[in-house]
């Protein structure tokens, strides 16, 4: 009988417990996502004051806003009175403040009761207009880094470039190749529910074993395309090299360097060359040139990041322009949101990029993201089973792990070392966490 949630969590194997358990679920939601700093959105998803943006921290509904003066702020998405929703829809524009649909109490767009209507009926009661309970609740910290909006509930804990630590260099590197040093969110992202649970996903994106395999049959297709319309004279537009380019060899992953930050984070340094030598990409050189100098620009162009991911929830891949966030929902469903990001200031051949990237390598109707989700569906089915044992292999490489001080690397990625990484970010969070339920 496991007693903490430590238990289940071992040098090289995790029991499949930290999988299924609807118990371990509702702990980590209580001791991880309603405690850390969690990604709200970009501020370009909210340029106007009354502007509004929805989204979920653990199980608490939320709402991003702009206020009249130009600042944000992170509330509760619930009416004070009888607790109704106050904005519905993802997202959409408040005008000058919030209205209640229920029984019209009104906010100002940081939250502070503006009116209610017959304000008598409240005379002689517990609940006066100064009473703070009148007023929309705001998130107990609010803070932005580089354009990208965070909010935690808890009131105290390190600051968000604390917690960020090195893995910032997800949004460093995102930012800085922009010839301004800033981005702007396409305000439009897939939605889909990934049915099993959040950590697959953290656990596959830095997976270089994986890519050959699972994709090998997009990479094909993607490949024929490419050679046929070679084989007729022409150039094959960037989009099918982006598919082709998945199933690289096993030898490839297995030459790229990981790293393991503390709190889970990690990078993928493979450095994806998304530009192909045209003038669009020329004329995007001499920009970042101009705007940084030769030294500085070919610094921000090659940097070594090719995936970063910001643990439990964020995956960011800065040359692509993409960011993936996950809201999980329950042991066996997680949402993800799906965005991706213009660069300011550079020519619209170079933001199409991104957007080739959003549709064929990471929307879900593609036949890449389909063939990931298939295997976490299948991985969270299989382990229903208690047929072979109830651990989940994390060796590979176990033993060959590189620490430099508080970080975890591994010379391959093929290694699973970013994933024994995680799990020791998870024993921090959840460690001395009582468990019954798992024997
Ligand atoms: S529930 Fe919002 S005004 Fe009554
Ligand atoms: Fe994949």
Avoid at 75 to 93: E, Y
Avoid at 96 to 113: E, K, N
Avoid at 191 to 205: A, G, P, T, V
Avoid at 256 to 284: C, F, K
Wanted: proline share 5%.
């Amino acid at each position: 009988m496991a007693k903490f949630m430590r238990d289940l969590v071992e040098p090289d194997r995790v029991h499949r417990a930290v999988y299924t358990s609807n118990e371990v679920f509702e702990r980590e939601i209580e001791n991880i996502f309603e405690k850390i700093w969690i990604y709200c959105g970009h501020e370009s998803q909210i340029p106007d004051s009354g502007d509004f943006h929805t989204f979920d921290i653990g199980r608490q509904p939320m709402i991003m806003v702009r206020k009249n003066d130009g600042g944000i702020a992170v509330l509760h998405n619930r009416c004070p009175h009888r607790g109704v929703q106050l904005c519905a829809s993802h997202g959409g524009n408040v005008g000058g403040g919030f209205v209640c649909p229920y029984h019209a109490w009104s906010f100002h767009l940081d939250g502070r009761i503006r009116g209610m209507p017959l304000p008598r009926g409240y005379e002689g009661t517990a609940l006066t207009r100064d009473n703070p309970a009148t007023s929309m609740q705001q998130a107990a910290r609010m803070s932005v880094y580089r354009g990208f909006i965070f909010a935690s509930l808890a009131e105290d804990g390190e600051t968000l470039e604390e917690f960020l630590g090195e893995a910032k260099v997800a949004i460093d590197n995102l930012c800085d190749r922009s010839p301004v040093g800033e981005v702007e969110i396409v305000p439009t992202c897939h939605r889909l529910i990934q049915q099993s649970n959040w950590k697959f996903f953290m656990e596959n994106q830095m997976d270089g074993v994986h890519a050959p395999v699972t994709h090998q049959a997009a990479a094909l297709a993607g490949k024929r395309a490419e050679n046929e319309i070679r084989a007729q004279g022409g150039v094959p537009p960037q989009h099918y090299h982006l598919l082709s380019a998945v199933a690289s060899p096993f030898q490839l992953f297995d030459a790229i360097r990981t790293v393991g930050y503390p709190h889970g984070h990690g990078i993928m340094q493979a450095y994806m060359d998304l530009r192909s030598d045209d003038p669009d990409t020329a004329a995007y050189i001499a920009d970042m040139e101009a705007a940084y100098g030769a030294e500085k620009a070919r610094e921000y162009l090659g940097r070594e990041v090719h995936h970063a991911l910001i643990y439990p929830y964020l995956s960011i891949q800065p040359v692509a322009q993409q960011l993936r966030c996950l809201r999980p929902i329950s042991a066996e469903k997680t949402l993800s949101e799906i965005w991706h990001f213009r660069l300011k200031g550079v020519s619209p051949a170079i933001n199409r990029r991104a957007m080739w990237y959003f549709n064929v390598i990471n929307s879900p109707a593609t036949i890449v993201n389909a063939d990931d989700l298939e295997n976490w569906t299948r991985a969270q089915r299989g382990l229903a089973s208690r047929g072979h044992y109830d651990w989940v292999s994390v060796h590979r490489n176990f033993g060959r792990d590189v620490v430099e001080g508080d970080n975890i690397s591994s010379d391959t990625g093929t290694s699973e070392s970013y994933i024994r990484n995680q799990f020791r970010a998870w024993v921090g969070y959840m460690g001395d966490v009582a468990v019954e339920e798992i024997s």
